[in-house]
C-alpha cells in the first residue's frame, strides 16, 4: 500500500503560518475544522495519522497532546526523542510514510495527514506521496515567523470536497476561505 499525503494548514496574506511557537490567530471554527478534517473517518475501525514536525507537537497544548482519536507521527532528527506513549517518532518524512504503510499500522490507518510545520510541509508538497493541500486562507495580515513553502501551482488543481465548507467564512470579523488543491 503507499500514503496519499494530504496536507492541512490555515495561511495568512504573506503565507504565514505561525509567530513564535504559535498560531498567529485564533480561530475556533477554523480549528474545529482541522480537528474534523483530520479525525473523521468513513471506517469507524480505523484512525487517521497526523504528521509533524517536532516543534509543531511542542506548540500543542500540554492538555491537547497526543491530538486525540489520530496516530500522532513526530519528525525530528534527534535520535533519543521519546514519546512515550503519546505517538511515534521518526527521523525522516519517507520513514514516517514507510511506518504508517507497513504493518501494523497499514491496516489500522485511513488518512495520512501532514499539518506542519514549514519544512514538513516543503518535504510532503515534494514527495511523490503527494495527494491533496487543503489550504484555508485567512484573508488578513498578522506578524508572522514561519511560512508555508512555495507551492507549484501549475502541479496541482482546485478539487471540491463535500466535507469543506464554500464561500467566504468569518469569525471575529476575519474572513477566511477553505480551498482544496489535488494533485495532476
Ligand atoms: N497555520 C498552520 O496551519 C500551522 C500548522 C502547523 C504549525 N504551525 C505553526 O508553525 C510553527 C511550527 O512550525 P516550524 O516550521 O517552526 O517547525 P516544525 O516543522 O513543526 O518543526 C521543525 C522541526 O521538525 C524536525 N524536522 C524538520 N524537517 C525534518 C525532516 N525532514 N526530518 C526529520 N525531522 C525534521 C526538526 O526537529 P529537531 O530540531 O528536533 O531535529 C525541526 O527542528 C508554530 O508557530 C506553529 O504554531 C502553523
Given at each position: 500500500?503507499?500514503?496519499?499525503l494530504e496536507l492541512i494548514a490555515?495561511?495568512?496574506?504573506?503565507?504565514?503560518?505561525?509567530?513564535?511557537?504559535?498560531?498567529?490567530?485564533?480561530?475556533?471554527?477554523?480549528?474545529?475544522?482541522?480537528?474534523?478534517?483530520?479525525?473523521?473517518?468513513?471506517?469507524?475501525?480505523?484512525?487517521?495519522a497526523v504528521i509533524m514536525g517536532?516543534?509543531?507537537?511542542?506548540?500543542?497544548?500540554?492538555?491537547?497532546?497526543?491530538?486525540?482519536?489520530?496516530?500522532?507521527v513526530?519528525l525530528?532528527?534527534?535520535?533519543?526523542?521519546?514519546?512515550?506513549?503519546?505517538?511515534?517518532?521518526?527521523?525522516?518524512l519517507?520513514?514516517a510514510?514507510?511506518?504508517?504503510?507497513?504493518?501494523?499500522?497499514?491496516?489500522?490507518?485511513?488518512?495520512h495527514w501532514v499539518i506542519g510545520?514549514?519544512?514538513i510541509y516543503?518535504a510532503a508538497l515534494?514527495s511523490?506521496s503527494c495527494?491533496?493541500v487543503?489550504?484555508?486562507?485567512?484573508?488578513?495580515?498578522?506578524?508572522?515567523?514561519?511560512?508555508?513553502?512555495?507551492?507549484?501551482?501549475?502541479?496541482?488543481?482546485?478539487?471540491?470536497?463535500?466535507?469543506?465548507?464554500?464561500?467566504?467564512?468569518?469569525?471575529?470579523?476575519?474572513?477566511?476561505?477553505?480551498?482544496?488543491?489535488?494533485?495532476?
Open positions: 500500500m503507499s500514503a496519499k490555515a495561511a495568512c496574506h504573506n503565507r504565514g503560518i505561525g509567530f513564535k511557537g504559535n498560531l498567529p490567530w485564533r480561530l475556533k471554527s477554523e480549528l474545529e475544522f482541522f480537528t474534523r478534517m483530520t479525525t473523521n473517518t468513513k471506517d469507524a475501525g480505523k484512525k487517521n517536532r516543534k509543531t507537537w511542542e506548540s500543542i497544548p500540554a492538555n491537547h497532546k497526543p491530538l486525540q482519536g489520530r496516530l500522532n513526530v525530528t532528527r534527534q535520535k533519543d526523542f521519546d514519546l512515550g506513549d503519546k505517538g511515534v517518532v521518526c527521523n525522516s519517507e520513514e510514510v514507510s511506518l504508517v504503510t507497513s504493518p501494523p499500522y497499514n491496516d489500522q490507518i485511513e488518512r510545520g514549514s519544512a516543503e515534494n511523490t495527494h491533496r487543503y489550504l484555508t486562507d485567512i484573508l488578513a495580515d498578522f506578524e508572522c515567523d514561519t511560512f508555508f513553502p512555495e507551492m507549484d501551482e501549475t502541479k496541482f488543481e482546485r478539487v471540491e470536497d463535500p466535507d469543506v465548507p464554500e464561500g467566504i467564512q468569518e469569525e471575529k470579523g476575519i474572513c477566511f476561505k477553505y480551498n482544496v488543491f489535488q494533485h495532476k
